[in-house]
């Protein structure tokens, strides 16, 4: 017998804003006064995987491939995040 399949869901709101630091293979980002990125996990099923929450300072191992990749797995509760393209934008003073 299999399990049920189900789809997972991450829906946000807001800006991420914040600083990334890098050292070697490892990500460090904390969030910025002027962050509002609020995010909460839905699964097919119709459960919900956590309370809508704040952006929240993470610490992970990542890889990169220019204009096509970044993934990331978070160090301290080992979730893997893929993403297709992430854009990192400087901003003055920063």
Same mark, same amino acid.
């Given at each position: 017998m299999s399990a049920p399949t189900r789809t997972f869901t991450l829906t946000t709101t807001g800006t991420g804003v914040g600083k990334v630091t890098t050292r070697g293979s490892v990500l460090t980002y904390t969030p910025g006064p002027g962050d509002t990125l609020t995010g909460a996990f839905s699964? /097919?099923?119709g459960s919900s995987q956590n309370q809508p929450g704040n952006d929240l300072a993470f610490t992970a191992?990542?890889?990169?491939?220019?204009?096509? /990749?970044?993934?990331?797995?978070v160090v301290a509760d080992n979730r893997m995040v893929y993403a297709a393209t992430v854009k990192l934008t400087r901003q003055a003073g920063s």
């Open positions: 699964a /097919s099923d191992f990542y890889t990169c491939v220019a204009g096509e /990749s970044f993934t990331y797995k």
